[in-house]
């Protein structure tokens, strides 16, 4: 819960603007749920993974009209002195931003949002919009998501995969891989971390999955992709209304190999048909990577996102993702660590990034 003390905002008479807390909880999420466009990353939850993960102080922020929530925007603050001070809604989720039932609400949440940021001294605030919301706010055109619908037959599904990204999932299945649904995160863990070490990424903390299982439950779900008991990929994905959206995934040295990611997507896109989901959210990528162009090879037609910025002390929009060229040496020098020790220091420092 933030320590600001965030004085009421009306735009109008009618709509009010506070902090959430314990007690609005189950409101918020009944909220989200019922608003076409709110995401996974809006729920309440994330306030206590981030909080407890990090160490990030939160600023959740609810829109009220006689005592019915009209609008909600969960924020976070980070403080580095490598980064800088910013605030956005929401570090380490896809997609973040205002979601409200008018105009009215829009404006009050939006006005205090911006106060806050002011009164915190913060570098910028930002929202991680699917849609554009502040044409005149500084936006980075870094990302793109992928969505695409679910047909309601597991053969169609896999008819719709172009031919050649159709054939390694077939490699996959021809090499004898199966899917597991795990309780925990631990194999996840093994191998997500391997992945993201082999591009010079730090990794998150065990603490982070083991939080966001327990916060989410069912609605986070592990899949490990084993041959013969051998790990050899695995995905945490996030389940809202009738999509699922895999989130953290990779693969371990064998992979490569066996087509293990490719079978991993398939095989969470196959148990979501049968499930009776609608919509296969492939989530963000950044133009210009590897990721970018495997959800392309699927397929997915990229639809851009929208992360504005309104500037408060900063005079640019911060720049701090693997594309820029400053952090190449150190993309570089982070492969070479002894993957332990890349898995010691690298939840300290990624946690300074959102």
């Known amino acids: 819960m933030s320590a600001v003390s965030l004085a009421p905002v009306a735009s109008g ?24 466009d709110a995401s996974f990353f809006h729920r309440a939850g994330w306030q206590s993974v981030i909080q407890q993960a990090f160490g990030h102080r939160t600023h959740f922020l609810l829109a009220e009209r006689a005592g019915a929530i009209v609008g909600v925007l969960p924020l976070a603050e980070i403080r580095s002195r490598v980064f800088g001070h910013s605030l956005g809604s929401l570090p380490f989720c896809a997609y973040g931003g205002i979601v409200a039932d008018d105009d009215e609400a829009t404006r009050a949440l939006d006005s205090a949002a911006q106060s806050l940021a002011a009164r915190l001294k913060v570098g910028a605030l930002e929202y991680r919009n699917q849609t554009a919301q502040h044409p005149d706010w500084p936006t980075k055109s870094l990302y793109v998501t992928f969505k695409r619908a679910i047909l309601s037959e597991v053969e169609a599904n896999m008819n719709a995969i172009p031919r050649k990204q159709r054939a390694m999932v077939r490699k996959g299945i021809k090499a004898g891989l199966t899917g597991e649904i795990d309780s925990d995160t631990e194999r996840f863990f093994r ?28 609605d986070c779900e ?17 389940y ?14 064998a992979a490569r190999a066996v087509a293990g990611n490719d079978f991993m997507y398939w095989d969470l896109m196959r148990r979501a048909c049968e499930r009776g989901l609608k919509v296969f959210d492939f989530g963000r990528s950044k133009h210009g990577t590897g990721s970018f162009d495997f959800k392309k ?41 002894p993957l332990p020790l890349a898995n010691a220091i690298g939840p300290h420092i990624v946690r300074q990034l959102g």
């Not at 999509?243 to 953290?248: G, H, I, M, R, S």
């Open 13 to 36: 008479a009618a709509v009010k603007v506070r902090a959430l807390v314990e007690a609005d909880r189950a409101r918020w999420d009944e909220y989200v749920l019922a608003h076409p």
């Open 191 to 218: 191998a997500y971390s391997a992945s993201v070490h082999r591009l010079g990424t730090p990794v998150f903390s065990r603490k982070f999955f083991r939080l966001l299982k327990a916060e989410f439950g069912d």
């Open 222 to 238: 592990v899949l490990s992709i084993v041959r013969e008991g051998e790990l050899i990929a695995s995905v945490m994905s996030f």
């Open 240 to 253: 809202f209304r009738d999509e699922v959206l895999p989130y953290y995934g990779g693969g371990t040295d």
């Open 297 to 337: 090879n699927w397929g997915f037609e990229a639809t851009p996102l929208y992360y504005e910025y309104f500037l408060v002390s900063d005079r640019t929009m911060p720049e701090i993702n693997p594309l820029n060229p400053k952090y190449r040496l150190f993309i570089q020098v982070w492969k070479k660590l």
